[in-house]
């Protein structure tokens, strides 16, 4: 037999929200607490209004290198310990209440060590009031005129509103008023606790803008705190006993007959809309700061605190203030709230002051502490779990589990980081040594915090009513109150505003529209009907009158019960009368505490005027100290300006100099090698003349005629590796008579002939032709690839003012690389002479050195001449000449 499977229960969809692209990182802010001594080591430094740099202390670990290892940190804002509280609240809460009045949630939670200062920020002190009470001091500045009439909203206890007609809230106002067990003042009128009176300075109010003024408000705040994981209600009445349970040794709660006590915390549970909310919490309605603040102080008294021996008001739990804010818009006359619970915007923003981060080993706690401080961390390292996966998902487009339900304070607020409104943090820290190592752990984690986005909240639709409708009801009130009297009509100021809410069964207005400036109908109509409406109304209010009267009896019946409880009241007077007599005496012993107040409160004035010299004369020593540190570092600045520059000018000098010294060297090596190139050339030409002469058949020349003339080096001869100092040997064999060798030009080798655009036609007759050349006006690879010779043509004005033109010849060789080089190898000048000179006549037998290595009666023999034709001077009266250079125009250094 087949059993057929259970199906599971679907579980519920959640609801569709309108989905946000925009995201906003989590504004994490840092706030450095004063040392406690002037004497103390600092390790932290604010080094720019969002940046700070931590220093370890002496004596803690070095790095590898052997130095103090410095981080910085950098947050949204810094602020460093002259910040005042009005400052940090501007700069991180005041956009966050903004957000609560027109709508949206806020988180905003305090994370540091333990005695870095969050209860101070959060809280305050007489004078300097924190966050919160600023918090609420701006949304009452803010809301006070547009403030619904008290119970006309009304908690579900499902973490909803319900909205209610006036007459419904005055009956459970009466209703609540009669079951209170004696009468009290109200909040407001109560007198302050001395701790928190002068919180905020009138000239420190802030108020908020672009309020809805067609609109309702009402603020409920809930104070709660989670101890050891455990949620507990602290403006629940009598929950003492619930908070602190007896432990044995053992860490159990038991009670005399060793029963277990079950922790009687609340329970966190999920609305219609998956938001969290914690059940069975008391939320109590409020109408001005005063009276919200006294609630939150009557909470914070009962918050537990211990002494260890680091702070000695050691919060030993997390505590969360909730602040709603309900919203209704009017209806369409402007006079009562709309009744349609849709149209009720809830609001919430959680100021959170998280319990610090301690080490057991320096508290010194012990026992129950022991238990607190692990619960504590515990905590903290869920907080920092569910940020670091957060973290994740977002960066690397994972998709795991955060593990909001391991704590009670991330499943409380982990629609905050689902996208239900905006968080905000304030890392508080203490700067001395010794909360070096915890300190740096929380920068860790609050910078990881700045890296994760929340989903910006979509913003709600607002009512299609029109605008304006809270003024206009108004001056429409006083206008007709104002005819009524100028009528004679009855005014009923004194009618009681319950049954206002009968008007809408009134006759309904005619037609008011004017078309002519005489319509003489249509306000005598208007007025006709309105006085109607008013005599019906003054009916209704008669029956009203009878109802009253009903009650008046009823109340006589009450006043026979109130008369037994006057004697009560009787015997309780009695009672108090001996209490009166022992306010006396304690008047008396407080007159002479008093007197002693004033002794010792002169003595502190005579000692705060010692403290304040002392304090002048360090502020003056502080000031020399800081002006003697300027000027030093003004001169150590102006020590490294003045070593950069010397540093810059010696590299400049020594720069120079090597440059001028290899060119030196350059030039010189070249000169050298050139003489040593032409020694080379005119022994060769010496050995080629002896040669030419002991070749039978050909006369000799005369021996002092003659001189050897450089023959042009072939290609083996011009390449530089085999050039030599030493003449060649003379050859042993029979000489034979050598052949005048043809110019290259005119050999079968390619040429590339670079001509410059730049280029002038002299018009000579002697013109330098090269067959075989490719002609270019500028070389390229490609043509130095196809070509074994390179020729460039180089004109230049003279020393005597002619143009000269110059033929730079060299050979290209291949490179390693796979490219082409040019190796010059020597220089053919072309220049023209003007004829003013007459023509010198050459004498062949005597002759006359033209320069210091060569002469012209070396040029005798024809075939010679003819040879080195194309290399003659053009118009020279020096007979043919061959100028042969080896290096290039020296350039001036």
Known sequence: MIRQA?????????PKKPSSNQKDPVGVYCRVRPLGAEDEECCIEVISSSTIQLHAPEGFKTNRNGEYKETQCSFKKVFGVS??????????????????IHGKNGLLFTYGVTGSGKTFTMTGSPGQGGLLPRSLDMIFNTIGPYQAKRYVFKTDDKNGMDVQSEVDALLERQRRENNLPAPKATPSRQKLDPEIAD??????????????????YSIFVSYIEIYNNYIYDLLEENQEDAIKPKWNGGGTPVRQNTEFIPPQSKILREDQNHNMYVSGCMEVEVKSAEEAFQVFWRGQKKRKIANTRLNRESSRSHSVFIIKLAQAPLDADGDNILQD??????????????????????????????????????????????????????????????????????????NYFDGEGKVKMVVCVNPKADDYEETLLVMRFAEMTQEVEIARPVDRPI???TPGRRNRNQAFKEELSRKLEERGGPVDRDVPSVITHLVHSLPPLPSSELTDPHDDITLPRLIETLQSRHRIRQMMIDEYNKAANMMKSMLQELDSN???????????????????????????????????????EHKIDILQKTTKIYEDDKRSLRQELETREQRLHRELSEKRRMEQRMHGVVSDTQHKWEKECERRVNAMQLEMQNKLWVKDEKLKQLKAIVTESKTPGRPDPPPR????????????ERLPAKRSASPSPVPTATPVRPLHRRSRSAGGEKWVDHKP????????????????????????????????????????????????????????????????????????????????VSSRKRKSSEGTPASGDRADGAWTDVETRCSVAVEMRAGSNMGPGFEHHGITKRRKP
């Open 6 to 14: 259970k199906g599971k229960t679907p579980r519920r969809p959640p």
């Open 757 to 836: 655009a730049s280029s002038l036609d002299l018009g000579t007759v002697l013109q330098p032709v090269i067959p075989n050349a490719i002609q270019v006006s500028a070389p390229s690879e490609k043509a130095l690839s196809k070509c074994d010779r390179y020729v460039l043509t180089h004109q230049e004005v003279a020393s005597d003012g002619e143009i000269q033109t110059k033929l730079i010849k060299g050979e290209v060789i291949k490179t390693r690389g796979g490219g082409q080089a040019v190796q010059f190898t020597d220089i053919e000048t072309l220049k023209q002479e003007l004829t003013t």
């Open 83 to 100: 910040v005042s509280q009005m400052e940090l609240f501007e700069y991180v809460a005041k956009p966050l209440v903004d957000d609560l």
């Open 562 to 600: 109130l008369i037994s409880k006057d004697n009560f009241i009787h015997e309780q007077n009695g009672k108090l009368f001996e209490k009166d007599k022992v306010i006396q005496t304690n008047k008396a012993e407080i007159e002479r505490l008093e007197k002693k107040t004033k002794m010792q």
């Open 705 to 716: 005629q003659t001189q050897p003339q450089p023959q042009r080096p072939s290609r083996e």
């Open 199 to 216: 919180m905020i300075k009138p000239e420190e109010a802030y108020k908020a803008g672009g309020v809805d003024e067609d609109s309702s």
């Open 341 to 414: 619970k849709s149209q009720v915007n809830v609001s919430q923003l959680c100021l959170v002051d998280l319990a610090g981060s301690e080490r057991t080993g320096r508290t010194g706690a012990e026992g129950t502490r022991i238990r607190e401080a692990g619960n504590i961390n515990q905590s903290l390292l869920t907080l920092r779990t569910c940020i670091e996966i957060l973290r994740e998902n977002q960066m690397c487009g994972t998709n795991k589990m955060v593990p909001y339900r391991d704590s009670k304070v991330t499943h409380l607020f982990k």
């Open 463 to 465: 009512c299609g009513f």
